[in-house]
Nanobody
Framework: QVQLVESGGGLVQAGGSLRLSCVPS????????MGWFRQAPGKEREFVAR??????YYADSVKGRFTISRDNAKNTVYLQMDSLKPEDTAVYYC??????????????????WGQGTQVTVSS
């Protein structure tokens, strides 16, 4: 059974940092592209960041503040979030995409999803 399990969410003050982790299981993910999306209350799910063999790609809203990385030895993908803002409050989802390519930022392009982890940034 394919699973992606996120962790690391929580409550943080504006300007603070959090690091999210995603551990996939059930198949080999080392060659997949991995992405992070988020969904705020009342809004559609939106792309945050992607890492693949083609490179790293960020949404403009998080560029310079968030960093995506992966450690294949630990089978883990990370999202380091710095300088957090209240507008970053959302449920954050990890996703896996079996296709290569850099600018794949639509949730329909991803094949596997985690359950999400809540990030709340207070002002």
């Amino acid at each position: 059974q394919v699973q992606l399990v996120e962790s690391g969410g929580g409550l943080v003050q504006a300007g603070g940092s959090l690091r999210l982790s995603c551990v996939p299981s059930g198949r080999t993910f080392s060659t997949d592209a991995m992405g992070w999306f988020r969904q705020a209350p009342g809004k559609e799910r939106e792309f945050v960041a992607r890492i693949s063999w083609s490179g790293i790609y960020y949404a403009d809203s998080v560029k310079g503040r968030f960093t995506i990385s992966r450690d294949n030895a630990k089978n883990t993908v990370y999202l380091q979030m710095d300088s957090l803002k209240p507008e970053d409050t959302a449920v954050y989802y990890c996703a896996a995409d079996r296709e290569f390519g850099l600018r794949r930022d639509k949730d329909s392009q991803y094949d596997y999803w985690g359950q999400g982890t809540q990030v709340t940034v207070s002002s």
